[in-house]
């Protein structure tokens, strides 16, 4: 396989610009009624683990961007194997510390639960966000499968070799 990353670019594409997109609605499009506090410590613990998850899918973005034209096997082994950690660590981020049923989205949501619609609709455009980063996460996760499998296939002993 001359190039594995390139069956990952597409989704990842997609997992920069959910996670872009849900930066911009946890940061910019926070309601500001003028009576409810948004610098309490739930939203800012949001900020963060969302900045987190940004900073990790960047760098993943970083490894699987270049194309691996030419080049040793051993280095696409090596830049597979770094985007495939850098998944699972987005991953954990996601699902666990963001959407976890103890998760940073869910103290938001208790938080400002009773605040009224406009925090409602928020919310719920955040929440919207993380499951489009999750499903982001699913594609490149299944992804990593068939490159996983077609590295496998070009650096299999040939009959002859063995």
């Known amino acids: 396989m001359r190039d594995p990353l390139a069956l990952l670019r597409p989704a990842c594409g997609h997992l920069v610009q959910a996670t872009d997109a849900l930066c911009m609605t946890v940061t910019e499009d926070l309601p500001d009624d003028g009576i ?11 900020q963060e683990g969302v900045d987190d998850l940004v900073d990790c899918v960047a760098e993943l973005y970083a490894v699987v961007g270049p194309r691996l034209d030419g080049g040793s096997s051993a280095s696409a082994v090596d830049a597979v194997s770094r985007s495939h950690a850098l998944v699972i660590t987005a991953s954990r981020l996601l699902r666990e510390e963001l959407m976890g049923v103890e998760g940073r989205y869910h103290r938001v949501v208790q938080a400002s639960g009773s605040w009224g619609g406009r925090w409602r609709t928020w919310s719920r455009v955040v929440l919207t966000g993380l499951v489009e980063c999750r499903d982001g ?10 490159v996983w499998s077609a590295l496998a296939t070009t650096r299999a002993p040939k009959e002859n070799e063995r």
């Open 36 to 46: 409810h506090r948004t610098d309490l410590k739930p939203f800012a613990d949001l």
């Open 137 to 146: 996460l699913g594609s490149l996760e299944s992804a990593l499968q068939g």
